[in-house]
């Protein structure tokens, strides 16, 4: 199964064997900036342009979980993106927060579990587990990329860029 988005507010769940459109799921009112299938194949998240996040229940095409105001709204510019991730084991999905930080949310409750709070000065626009779960690395709008001790829940190296 591929997920595609875009501009439409729709999201088309394909058949990779043999090209077909197998589902559309309907829900955002902004653009989809991010798609994340589970690891253990059961959601799909998305998150649009006006930050609102969804958790749909694949085999159904449910939304199970809608997070409105969870990300912070990118509007029409397309050089913003959101972007979530679930963590490697599939019980937490990572979101940018509205506070230049990162919000972690349970995977079955869509209950927000806690947040990564560091020196990000701008919105967080993508992020990324290590394979172990146990850290994450994050970049955003101030051109950082700071990497986190989840567990911990603190940031534990950074990186300034000019350009």
């Known amino acids: ?12 769940l394909i058949n990779t064997i043999d090209g077909s459109i197998a589902r ?8 989809i900036t991010g798609l994340a299938f589970d690891p253990n ?8 342009s ?5 958790f749909w229940e694949l085999q ?9 105001n969870a990300a912070p709204a990118t ?18 999905l990572a ?14 409750t869509a209950e927000k579990l806690f947040t990564l709070r560091g020196d990000h000065m701008q919105p967080v626009c993508f992020l990324s587990w290590s394979p172990n779960g146990k850290y994450m690395a994050t970049s955003g709008l101030d051109r950082q990329v700071l990497i986190w001790d989840v567990d911990q829940r603190q940031d534990i190296d950074r990186h300034k860029f000019d350009d």
Do not use: C
């Open 95 to 108: 979101v940018p927060g509205l506070k230049n930080d990162v919000v972690m949310y349970d995977r079955d």
């Open 60 to 68: 159904s095409g449910r939304a199970l979980h809608t997070l409105e």
């Open 50 to 54: 006006v930050g609102t996040v969804i």
């Open 75 to 92: 509007g029409p510019d397309l050089s913003v993106m959101n972007v979530i991730s679930w963590s490697p084991d599939g019980e937490t």
């Open 24 to 31: 559309v799921l309907k829900g955002h009112k902004g653009f």
């Open 1 to 12: 199964m591929l997920a595609a988005a875009g501009d439409d507010e729709g999201i088309k």
């Open 41 to 48: 194949s059961e959601y799909l998240a998305t998150i649009d």
